[in-house]
C-alpha cells in the first residue's frame, strides 16, 4: 500500500528531519514494504531517506525563472526531490490555482519523470447533489491530465471531508473509488480526516490502494500506528 502524510504549512525543517528519523528507523525496524511518502513545507525540502520518499507540496512548471514566491524544479533538485502533489483542494479552493496551470505542472513534471501524486474531490455542494454529479465533477479533474502515466498516484480527497473531522461512509468511499479505478486504474489513496482511529477500517476497504494524511500524521506516532496498520492488512499494492 502507499501512505503519505501532508505536512501542509506545519512543521519546520528541525522537526520534518527527526520526524523522518523516526518514520526510517521505524520502516527499517517493522520490515515495512509499503511506500511512504511525506511532504513537507518547502523549507523543509531534504534529501529522502533509504525506504521514505520526501515530496513537494508543489511547485511551478518551470526549471526556475522570475516566478515570486514559487519554488520550481531548481530548488527541488537540491534536494533530489522526485515526488509532487498536485492538484490539492487547498490549492485550487484556496489559492485558485485552475485546471489550466494544475495540467500544465502535470505535463511539466511528467515529463522529468516525477512520481506525481495527483488530488481529486468534489466540494460539499456537490457531494450533496448526488453520485452522478459528484463523479461528473470530477470529470472536470481529469482534464488535460495524462492518466496514463505510469508515476501516477491518484488521490480522492473530498473537499468537504478535509480538516473537518467528517469522511464518507464506508460504503461510499467503495463506491466512489471503484468508479474513479474503472475510468483510471491506477492506485488510489483517500484523503481526508483519516486519523490512527479510522485508518485501518479505510485502509482496509476494496478499491483503495492507500492513505494520504493531513493533521491526522502530524504526530509522528499517529503515523506509524497507520504503517503499522496497513502492514497488518497487507494488501500487496505496488
Ligand atoms: P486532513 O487529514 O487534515 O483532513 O487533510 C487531508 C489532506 O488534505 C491531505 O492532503
Given at each position: 500500500m502507499i501512505l503519505?502524510?501532508?505536512?501542509?504549512?506545519?512543521?519546520?525543517?528541525?522537526?520534518?528531519?527527526?520526524?523522518?528519523?523516526a518514520l526510517e528507523a521505524f520502516v527499517v525496524a517493522q520490515e515495512i514494504h509499503d511506500e511512504i511518502i511525506i511532504f513537507p513545507p518547502a523549507t523543509a525540502l531534504m534529501q529522502k531517506s533509504l525506504h521514505v520518499k520526501v515530496g513537494a507540496q508543489n511547485a511551478f512548471a518551470?526549471?526556475?525563472g522570475a516566478f515570486t514566491g514559487e519554488i520550481a524544479l531548481e530548488q527541488l533538485e537540491?534536494?533530489?526531490?522526485?515526488?509532487?502533489?498536485?492538484?490539492h483542494s487547498e490549492r485550487r479552493h484556496?489559492?485558485?490555482?485552475?485546471?489550466?496551470?494544475?495540467a500544465e505542472k502535470f505535463s511539466f513534471y511528467k515529463e522529468k519523470g516525477f512520481r506525481i501524486v495527483y488530488c481529486i474531490g468534489e466540494p460539499l455542494e456537490v457531494r450533496e447533489e448526488g453520485n452522478e454529479a459528484?463523479?461528473?465533477?470530477?470529470?472536470?479533474?481529469?482534464?488535460?491530465?495524462?492518466?496514463?502515466?505510469?508515476?501516477?498516484?491518484?488521490?480522492y480527497e473530498p473537499v468537504w471531508a478535509i480538516g473537518s473531522g467528517l469522511t464518507p461512509t464506508e460504503d461510499d468511499i467503495v463506491l466512489i473509488h471503484g468508479a474513479i479505478k474503472?475510468?483510471?486504474?491506477?492506485?488510489?489513496?483517500?484523503?481526508g480526516s483519516v486519523k490512527k482511529d479510522n485508518a485501518r477500517?479505510?485502509?482496509?476497504?476494496d478499491n483503495v490502494d492507500?492513505?494520504?494524511v493531513g493533521s491526522g500524521a502530524l504526530d509522528v506516532n499517529d503515523f506509524l500506528a497507520m504503517i503499522k496498520d496497513a502492514k497488518d492488512i497487507n494488501k500487496g499494492v505496488e
Open positions: 503519505a502524510a501532508n505536512f501542509k504549512s506545519n512543521h519546520t525543517r528541525a522537526k520534518t528531519a527527526a520526524y523522518l528519523e518551470v526549471q526556475n537540491e534536494f533530489g526531490i522526485k515526488t509532487i502533489l498536485l492538484g484556496v489559492l485558485g490555482e485552475s485546471q489550466e496551470l494544475i459528484l463523479l461528473e465533477y470530477l470529470e472536470g479533474q481529469y482534464e488535460g491530465i495524462d492518466f496514463g502515466y505510469d508515476n501516477l498516484i491518484i488521490a474503472k475510468v483510471h486504474n491506477k492506485p488510489l489513496l483517500y484523503g477500517a479505510i485502509l482496509g476497504l492507500g492513505i494520504l
